[in-house]
């Protein structure tokens, strides 16, 4: 018995690195990844006086842009009610503060949405109503890992339509999900951009129609939408869809359009494209290096695109060594002529005027002005009267400008690097961006998202046998390509509202493509930023198509802000308005 112990034990030892092998840590490593993870949160109530406040907590944010935070009012007395609610993030995320002032009528109940800043995890959200005590709600966000979802509709109509299931707690799901009532989601573009994938669950039919308004634009405008149950007038209500589409997948606009149908659920397919879908946004401006990066290059080590921003260093090392020579060798002439006393009246005496000319220089060459570069990708819907716009601008001002007002079908989008909030925000009437904007002598980059409305237009008509062509697009046309008959015409450069003939078409095969043409302007600063991602914008023009590149402000939102302009291009597609004699 004595002798078979130390085999007992070998065995054992032996045996011991095959137990270790399969582990219950192991063993759950191995299991296959499956289905979806809610994290739609849960609802704290707030109360004071005849307002009650409820309070979607621990939402799913989405990598950039905004998380639309849901709160919800109810007034159970008989007068109206005005309340402000606004939210402050924690850890380190500075003292920016976001607000939405609303009105709750008598015994009314009424859906909210404050977009908070998806840079943020954390915050508290305070309410404050006249003649009642502040409320004051800490709040947690859900930061997806795996992918962040947007669905309208219910859990069980998204199961039935995708053939997912729900992830058990001991499983790693293949993406988290965020469940909104269609009949109460958000109404501006903001609340969307910043997700991966936004899936309508519901019929398309019973969406309020301008919820529905929103959700076509979060698409056009580079964004992923998913219908699991496609109304038999799909093509009038995505319009951008081409006429006879019928592939379950379909380029829309800057973004993409996906059709699942009844007989086949489309989870696998969405599991797959949401694997695909790229870590960038439709808009990519580029944020300052970490705290304790003291180079003048921005984050990854990218140049501005602003040379107003870059500080003079030539000029200030020339200025700094004659100083240096005024108050060295300079100092120690003067000390023998004239004595220790000289020296101390015309050191300080040196020092203030060097100082004077740091500040002229800083009030003759950069001024007060606002200087700005911007560069824009714009989609022409002519037949809706409309302009789709992907923008990025650079940004340098001396003082800081008023606040800008920017509508509710647009989105201004920081840097996806950005560590904190970088302005205060107002949604009470669209947006309003309040403070911190552009903070003084400080370089900032922001990106624009916008449907809006436009009548800009390329009008085209038939002089005899010439071809002549009007700009109505509200800016000087550098150059552009217009595709009639199968051939392209290079037009000529036009003031806005000239108008001049089409020289002959150009020969094929000796020409550029006329996209690689116009993109090869925006030069290898703005790929990342702005062109990478966004292949439908690089696809040949169709037959009467047009594509130009314009100088001047552009067509999104803040170019209505007064800068002195350092560089701009914006590159326009669309449908020529052709007019017959």
């Known amino acids: 018995m004595r002798r078979a112990l130390p085999a007992v034990l070998l065995l054992l030892l032996l045996g011991a690195p095959r137990a270790f092998a399969t582990s219950p840590?192991?063993?759950?490593?191995?299991?296959?990844?499956?289905?979806?993870?809610?994290?739609?949160?849960?609802?704290?109530?707030l109360t004071g006086?005849?307002?009650?406040?409820?309070?979607?907590?621990?939402?799913?944010?989405?990598?950039?842009?905004?998380?639309?935070?849901?709160?919800?009012?109810?007034?159970?007395?008989?007068?109206?009610?005005?309340?402000?609610?606004?939210?402050?993030?924690?850890?380190?995320?500075?003292?920016?503060?976001?607000?939405?002032?609303?009105?709750?009528?008598?015994?009314?109940?009424?859906?909210?949405?404050?977009?908070?800043?998806?840079?943020?995890q954390a915050g508290s959200l305070v309410v404050d109503s006249p003649g009642l005590e502040r409320m004051l709600q800490p709040v947690y966000l859900e930061?997806?890992?795996?992918?962040?979802?947007?669905?309208?509709?219910?859990?069980?109509?998204?199961e039935a339509g995708t053939g997912m299931p729900k992830s058990e707690e001991d499983q790693e799901p293949w993406f988290s999900a965020r469940f909104v009532d269609a009949k109460e989601a958000p109404r501006e573009l903001s609340a969307y951009?910043?997700?991966?994938?936004?899936?309508?669950?519901?019929?398309?039919?019973?969406?309020?129609?301008?919820?529905?308004a929103v959700l076509e634009a979060y698409a056009a405008s580079g964004g992923k939408l998913v219908l699991l149950r496609p109304p038999g007038d799909v093509g009038q209500r995505l319009p951008l869809l081409r006429k006879g589409g019928s592939s379950s997948e379909a380029l829309y606009g800057f973004g993409e359009v996906q059709l699942c149908r009844p007989s086949s659920p489309c989870g696998t397919q969405l599991r797959n494209t949401l694997m695909t879908v790229s870590e960038t946004g439709p808009v990519n401006p580029i944020g300052p290096p970490p705290r304790w990066d003291q180079s003048s290059a921005l984050t990854?080590?990218?140049?501005?695109?602003?040379?107003?921003?870059?500080?003079?260093?030539?000029?200030?090392?020339?200025?700094?060594?004659?100083?240096?020579?005024?108050?060295?060798?300079?100092?120690?002439?003067?000390?023998?002529?004239?004595?220790?006393?000289?020296?101390?009246?015309?050191?300080?005496?040196?020092?203030?005027?060097?100082?004077?000319?740091?500040?002229?220089?800083?009030?003759?060459?950069?001024?007060?002005?606002?200087?700005?570069?911007?560069?824009?990708?714009?989609?022409?819907?002519?037949?809706?009267?409309?302009?789709?716009?992907?923008?990025?601008?650079?940004?340098?001002?001396?003082?800081?400008?008023?606040?800008?007002?920017?509508?509710?079908?647009?989105?201004?989008?920081?840097?996806?690097?950005?560590?904190?909030?970088?302005?205060?925000?107002?949604?009470?009437?669209?947006?309003?961006?309040?403070g911190g904007f552009l903070p003084p002598r400080t370089y900032r980059e922001?990106?624009?998202?916008?449907?809006?409305?436009?009548?800009?237009?390329?009008?085209?008509?038939?002089?005899?046998?010439?071809?002549?062509?009007?700009?109505?697009?509200?800016?000087?046309?550098?150059?552009?390509?217009?595709k009639r008959s199968g051939a392209h015409y290079k037009l000529p450069a036009l003031e806005d509202g000239a108008e001049a003939e089409l020289g002959p078409p150009e020969q094929d095969a000796e020409m550029i493509h006329p996209m690689t043409a116009l993109i090869q302007h925006m030069g290898p600063q703005l790929h990342e930023r702005l062109v990478d991602g966004n292949t439908a914008f690089h696809a040949d023009l169709p037959e009467g198509g047009f594509a130009v590149r314009l100088g001047g402000p552009g067509p999104v939102p803040t170019s209505i802000i007064p800068v002195e302009l350092e560089a701009a291009v914006h590159l326009v597609r669309g449908q020529v308005e052709e007019v017959r004699p």
């Open 143 to 158: 930061d997806g890992a795996n992918g962040a979802v947007l669905v309208l509709g219910a859990g069980k109509d998204f």
């Open 193 to 212: 951009v910043g997700y991966s994938m936004v899936v309508l669950a519901e019929e398309a039919t019973t969406v309020p129609s301008d919820v529905w």
């Open 49 to 120: 006086g005849d307002l009650r406040v409820s309070v979607r907590v621990g939402v799913l944010k989405p990598r950039r842009g905004y998380t639309p935070l849901e709160v919800v009012f109810q007034n159970t007395g008989p007068v109206p009610l005005q309340a402000r609610m606004s939210f402050q993030g924690h850890f380190g995320t500075g003292s920016r503060t976001t607000e939405r002032s609303v009105e709750v009528g008598p015994r009314q109940r009424r859906v909210t949405w404050l977009l908070v800043p998806a840079v943020l």
């Open 446 to 482: 922001w990106g624009e998202v916008a449907v809006l409305p436009s009548r800009a237009r390329l009008v085209l008509r038939t002089d005899g046998k010439a071809l002549r062509v009007q700009n109505a697009l509200g800016a000087r046309v550098e150059e552009g390509y217009v």
């Open 300 to 434: 990854g080590g990218v140049l501005p695109l602003l040379d107003s921003a870059r500080a003079p260093v030539g000029r200030f090392l020339l200025l700094i060594l004659v100083f240096a020579l005024a108050v060295g060798p300079g100092g120690l002439m003067l000390a023998r002529r004239r004595g220790p006393v000289a020296v101390l009246v015309a050191v300080p005496v040196v020092s203030v005027i060097t100082c004077l000319a740091l500040i002229a220089w800083s009030v003759l060459v950069d001024g007060f002005a606002v200087h700005s570069a911007r560069y824009s990708l714009t989609w022409l819907d002519g037949e809706r009267s409309r302009a789709v716009t992907l923008g990025v601008a650079a940004w340098y001002a001396n003082l800081s400008p008023e606040p800008v007002k920017l509508p509710a079908s647009s989105a201004l989008l920081a840097p996806d690097n950005a560590d904190e909030s970088l302005a205060d925000l107002d949604w009470t009437n669209g947006l309003t961006v309040t």
């Open 25 to 45: 840590e192991i063993a759950e490593e191995e299991k296959a990844r499956m289905g979806y993870r809610d994290a739609s949160g849960t609802t704290d109530v």
